[in-house]
Structures are given as C-alpha cells and as structure tokens.
C-alpha cells in the first residue's frame, strides 16, 4: 500500500495537546528526587517559558474561534476550551511542585525566599531603605481618569493593579490604579546576612513592591491589589510579497510585537472578582484566559533566583565537553579533511572544533571564500566576529541571513547590517521560505586548483545553546556533497532554478517526496517478506502525509521506531493501525535536537541527517537541508549513540501508548523506578567527558 492509495483512517493525536504532554514530561524533572534541587526549580522555569511561548504562538486562532463563537479551521470554542483546561491543569500541577515540595526542600537546604509578615525588623528597615533608595524613583503609579486611560501593558510584563479609597488630589474618585514594574528591576535581591543563621534569605521584587505599595499613594488607602501579567500574540506575521524591505519591515514590526493581541491573563490567587473583571475587560479576554496563581505570576525568572544561590551541591556536576574523538588539536582542519569525514556530537563532544574550522579558515591565506547560513547564532557570537573578520583580510564572505528565526529577528538584523557594514554579501533567502539548513562551505585553493570544504549540522550555530543541545555537526571533503552546497548557496543568492544535486536532499524540493519514497520502498518489501526497517530521530512529527505513511508501512510490517522529543501526531501501537510503530520521548538534562533517519530495506542500509523535523512547515515552507552518512564507521557511530542508546534509554525515555499519553519507561521495565537504570545522556557524558 503507497502513500497515495486509499487510506486507512488514521486516528491522528492533537498537535498542541502533544505539545502541552511535552511540557508534562518536561515537569516531571522538577518533581525527580535524585535531581539536584536547584536543577529542579529549573525545570519548573523551563516549563513556564514554553507556556509563555504556547501561548505567543499557538493560542491565537483557539481565542479568535471562542470570540466569534465561530468553527475557524480546525479551530472552535470546545478546542479553546480543551486546551484552556489542559494548561490550567499543568499550572496548577506547577505551583503545588513549586509551594509544596520545592520551597520547603530549599528552606531546608538554607535558602529561603522570605515574605513580608517572615521579616524581623532589621530585614524590614533593609527593605524599606531599598526601596525608597533603588526601587521607587523608577516606579510611576498611573491612577485612571478620562486623561489617564488604561496604559499599554508589555507583552509579559509584571505590573500591579491597585485599588485606592479616598481622593486624589483633585478631589475625585478614581479608584483604579495600574504600577507597572521596570524589566531593569532585579526579579530577586538577596538580603543581608541575619546574625547567627546559616540561611540565604531572598526576596522577589513582588514581594518588596507590595510591601510598600502603600507609599506610592500618599493620603490614600489600599484597599485591594493584585500582580498581573499579560501574555500577547506575539508571532511576527510579514507578507514579503508586499514589502520591498524586508529587513525594514521586520523591524518595524518588532516595535509592535509586545503590544499583540491579548490571549492571556495572570494574576495572583488571591486577586479579588472585581480586580481580575475589571482586567479581563480591558483586555478582551474571557473568563478562560484567566490564571490565578499562587505565587509568583512569572516562574521564568527564578533563573535569577537560581543563580545567585551558591550551592554547587544542589546543581547538576559540571560537565566539560572533551575534544572530538577525531581530530587532533592543533592539526589542520584540511589535512585532517582529506583523510575523511568528521563527526562532533555535541554537547557531548566539543562545539569549540566547530569555531575552530572557521578560525581556521579566516585565517588562511590559501581560502578564498567562505559561505554560511545563519538561523540563530546567540547574542553574542564568536562565529559573526569570525565572519567579520574574514571580509576584513579580503575573503569574499557570503552570509545567507534568515531574519524570520522566530524570537531571533531582532539579533539576526543587527548581525545582517553588521556584516553588510564591512563588506559582506548578505542575502536573506527566498521569499516565502525560510532558511532553516545549516551549512558553511569554504573554497580553498590547493596545487593551483580550487578545493571545497563543508560543515553541516542538525542544529544551530550558537555556541551557548551548543553546550545544552545534542546536535550532530558533520565536516567533510567530499566532492559530490560540497559541490551540492555550492549549488544550494548559488540558488539563495541568485534564485536561479536549482540543478539535480549529487547526494543532498533540499525542502521544499526533494525533501518530502524523498522521504515518502523511503517509507514507501520499506512498506513494499515488508509485503514482499523482505526485511524492512526505519528508525526516525526528530524534534517533531506533525506531518499528516508522511504520518499516514508511516502507517501504512506499519501495516505491511515493517517495524518502525520513532524518538520524538516533542510534538507527535501519530499515536502508536493501535491494533491493525500503528501495530508495528513504537514512539518513545527522551527528556533529559539536555534537550535532544538531532534529527537522524535510519532506513534498511532488504539488507540494504541508508542513514541521513537533516536540519528538518518532519513538520509540514519544514517539507514544504522552509529551505532545509538532508544528507547522507556513507562512510559506514560513522554510520555505526551515529546508529550506537544517538539511534540504539535511545531505544535502550529506561531512565529518562517516555512510551507513547495508544490514546496519546506517555508512560515513563522505567515504570514498564523489570523492577520499575529509575534507580540503576539506563540513561542515554548519562551514558555519553561519562564516555566523552574531559577529565580536566
């Protein structure tokens, strides 16, 4: 049965319920006792970051169906509703972890955050004077009138709403106040010592501002407050058919980016009806969009709580990436090439390696030109000053900038006038796609004659997250395959058609259609008796067409595994469906981001890595790269550490059972809990690991 004959009804899972069973897996590490505490609270931050990002994102058209009590798509007032529940549930979930067991537990390890009616006196004159001294002259309290309108609210932004007695100085009424807390403003402060304790006492910016919000109203008396915090739709939506500068008109857009459509609101447990109504109004939110928490209306920033805590003890062990296993420091980058491919598994293995071919590079008066997309490269980037400098001593640079990378806009135009500044060519893509491969190609010449040399990766060129993400960076010699990059960087410049590649595989060309092939081919030699088999390594499986292939391939036998980090469409082990699928989640203390597809057909082995997951949005709307491993020790490699330790992983790996939710694999397994039990991560940690 192919891809394109008549299909079985395949009962798909929800995407953004997948996403939010993520985030469930996610906090299931802030409830782990053999976590160090720190790492703990850390987890429930990380948690609280993807909501705020669910909602940038993902909420919108949910909300815009309830308004218009209206069938929009897929989208109606029962998904909103399905899906408010579910996050109400997961934040509920979150601040019972947060009050109940992480609080305590850190109170017990000498950390406190300590409230107001906790305070001896000595703690309160120290508050007092800080927030008269630092604090109030940057705080201004906006009392509402006619001239004084509900003020512009910052997409995630803390602020206080205030209800007063008495009048102002006019004499009047206006009883609603709005305090909005500066971003400068630390989100903990750590206090002085107190004589004789052995705690750390902190406290939140919250707590310190209600505790003197009185003082901001001189004469009057407050009565009710609340914090609140709003989260805004915040996905830059450009139509680059229009605009004839699509740099300018993206920075245009990220001036309005905080002030999207409203689609959440948080306030604190104790926020009475008519503070939270009065909001809610002004806002245009129901009675859905509203979180009452008890705590903190922003976890994300227990960041700044976690790092100030001196306690190596309560955090993970520092881990110092070793040196690739291939290369030898100090050994050139071209020398070495000529012998063979390289693989860096990162943060297993060194990321600096990667820094260090490019140093290489700019360095050396033989190469001529270097070339390089760039998605996210961090805030402050080794790798842009490295490109600045290659144009500097007269290589011809051409970087292919993509301006669109989501939450990056902003760093990625100051990179593109930055490297335009001294005499880069800079090219932002193609128009309607993003630029999501990530390549660097460098042309050398050698005896007379012009030699490529290419680095690909499965993630991004950002150092900090290189330390966080596992990623597969592959440099290689390979005539075919640089020669196909060579091709790919003409066709962004020029957008000239794009010639039949050699070994690549290019979205929104070959990618899709390629990988329906693979799926297919396996399906007809499981029919067939013959041995089939795909193993499938990826962020992300929200693809209908090629879920519906998968199957399919299920059903004629081919035994297929998938190791999906987040979102998976496809539910698994359905009786005379998914039979033959496995779907399994690693959720560790890296966060997997390599993407790995493994087929064998009839003894016949194909691996490739990819930039893409297989998302529609990736086959078909973004520019991604795909790439065959043939040297067969590296084959092996990638198979042993990224595809079999995965399958093996009992520790931090979740099954996906057939009604969508995720059981732990150490609740399965023989003798069940995680103790003694198998870690994929753990296991690469301790193989690659510096000594030093």
């Not at 549930?89 to 992480?102: C, F, K, P």
């Not at 490109?387 to 301006?403: W, Y």
């Not at 007809?524 to 929200?542: D, P, S, V, Y």
């Not at 996906?656 to 039990?677: E, I, M, N, T, W």
Request: aromatic share 8%.
């Amino acid at each position: 049965m192919s891809a394109s004959s008549p299909q079985t009804r395949i009962p798909f899972l929800d995407r953004d319920h997948s996403i939010l069973a993520f985030n469930e897996r996610v906090m299931d590490w802030a409830r782990r006792p053999d976590v160090p505490l720190l790492e703990r609270l850390r987890y429930l931050s990380i948690v609280s970051s993807n909501l705020d990002e669910f909602f940038e994102v993902r909420m919108a058209p949910h909300l815009s169906a309830l308004k218009a009590n209206e069938q929009r798509g897929l989208y109606t007032a029962q998904t909103h509703q399905l899906i408010a529940d579910k996050i109400h549930q997961l934040v509920a979930q979150q601040y019972a972890i947060y009050n109940d067991e992480l609080l305590p537990l850190l109170e017990k390890k000498g950390i406190k955050l300590i409230s107001h009616g906790e305070r001896n006196p000595r703690q309160r004159r120290w508050i007092k004077d800080y927030f008269s001294r630092e604090v109030q002259p940057l705080l201004l309290p906006i009392g509402l009138d006619p001239s004084h309108p509900f003020p512009q609210v910052a997409n995630k932004s803390l602020n206080f709403i205030v209800r007063l007695t008495g009048k102002d100085a006019f004499g009047r009424e206006n009883e609603i106040a709005i305090v909005k807390v500066p971003r400068i403003l630390p989100r903990f402060f750590r206090m002085p010592p107190v004589k004789g304790s052995k705690q750390t006492h902190f406290v939140s910016i919250s707590s310190l501002i209600r505790s003197h919000l009185g003082d901001l109203f001189p004469g009057r008396q407050v009565t009710e407050f609340s914090q609140f915090r709003v989260t805004r739709h915040s996905d830059l939506a450009v139509d680059e058919e229009e605009v004839k500068n699509l740099r300018t008109a993206l920075r245009k857009g990220l001036q309005q980016r905080h002030y999207g459509e409203a689609l959440r609101l948080e306030v604190t447990a104790g926020c009475s009806e008519y503070l939270s109504g009065f909001l809610l109004a002004q806002f245009g939110l129901p009675e859905q969009a509203l979180y009452r928490v008890p705590g903190p209306v922003n976890l994300v920033r227990l960041n700044q709580l976690i790092d100030q805590v001196e306690a190596p003890a309560l955090r993970f062990e520092r881990y110092n990436a070793g040196w690739p296993a291939q290369l030898t420091p100090g050994q050139s980058f071209f020398e070495r090439l000529q012998q063979g491919d390289v693989l860096i598994h990162q943060p297993y293995e060194s990321f600096d390696a990667v820094l260090a071919f490019l140093r290489e590079a700019v360095e050396d008066p033989q190469v001529l030109a270097i070339k390089q997309t760039i998605y996210r490269a961090g805030a402050r980037s080794e790798l842009m000053n490295l490109l600045r400098e290659a144009v500097r001593r007269g290589k011809e640079v051409t970087a292919v900038v993509e301006l669109k990378a989501r939450f990056d806009e902003e760093a990625n135009i100051n990179y593109a006038e930055r490297l335009e500044s001294v005499g880069a060519q800079v090219v932002y893509g193609v128009v309607g796609l993003k630029t999501h491969a990530k390549m660097l190609l460098v042309t050398r010449r050698e005896d007379g004659q012009l030699r490529r040399y290419a680095h690909m990766s499965t993630g991004n060129y950002n150092a900090s997250t290189a330390k966080l993400y596992t990623d597969l960076n592959y440099l290689t010699a390979d005539e075919a395959l640089t020669a196909d990059l060579d091709q790919i960087f003409l066709h962004l410049a020029s957008q000239n058609r794009l010639p039949k590649l050699n070994k690549a595989l290019i979205a929104p060309f070959h990618l899709h259609k390629a990988m329906l092939e693979k799926v297919d081919a396996a399906a007809a030699a499981a029919r067939e008796g013959k041995e089939a088999r795909i193993i499938l390594k990826m962020n992300a499986l929200t693809d209908e067409q090629l879920s519906r292939a998968l199957a399919q391939a299920s059903q004629q036998g081919v035994k297929i595994d998938i190791i999906v980090r987040g979102a998976c469409i496809l539910p698994a082990q359905v009786p005379g469906i998914t039979d033959n699928v496995q779907v399994r989640s690693i959720i560790g203390r890296l966060l997997e981001h390599s993407r790995v597809f493994y087929f064998r057909v009839d003894g016949t082995e194909e691996l490739w890595l990819s930039s893409a997951d297989w998302m529609n949005r990736n086959m078909l709307r973004r520019l991604e790269l795909a790439w065959p491993v043939t040297d067969a020790s590296l084959r092996s490699r990638i198979m042993d550490e990224c595809l079999s330790a995965s399958l093996h992983d009992n520790k931090d790996a979740w099954l996906l059972q057939p009604d969508g939710r995720y059981v732990p694999a150490s609740a399965l397994g023989p003798g069940k809990g995680r103790s003694g039990q198998h870690s994929a991560q753990a296991a690469l940690m301790a193989r690659y690991g510096s000594k030093g």
